[in-house]
């Protein structure tokens, strides 16, 4: 069931299987979003070279993260 900003409530947003939430692909603004920090940190760590850089896919011109992936980047000590 979808609350009125048509998002799904919490409750059922962890309710998913591991697999799907493997799989789940975010866009800028939703990491953003998920890391407290402004869309313009996230898109200068895509830009950076080497173990700096954000991990990301790119799909034609649009920028999409994994979650799990983007947090062991930030516990790997690479977001500083």
């Known amino acids: 069931?979808?609350?009125i900003t048509g998002e799904q409530?919490?409750?059922?947003q962890f309710?998913?299987?591991?697999a799907e939430n493997l799989?789940?692909?975010?866009t800028v603004h939703e990491i953003a979003v998920a890391l407290?920090?402004?869309s313009s940190w996230v898109y200068e760590r895509t830009r950076r070279r080497g173990r700096e850089r954000m991990p990301h896919l790119k799909l034609g011109k649009y920028l999409r993260f994994r979650l799990h992936e983007v947090r062991?980047?930030?516990?790997?000590?690479?977001?500083?």
Request: net charge neutral; hydrophobic share 40%.
């Open 1 to 3: 069931m979808q609350n």
């Open 9 to 12: 409530p919490v409750a059922n």
């Open 15 to 18: 309710s998913r299987t591991s």
């Open 23 to 26: 799989l789940e692909l975010l």
């Open 36 to 38: 407290r920090v402004p």
């Open 72 to 80: 062991n980047w930030i516990e790997q000590g690479a977001a500083q």
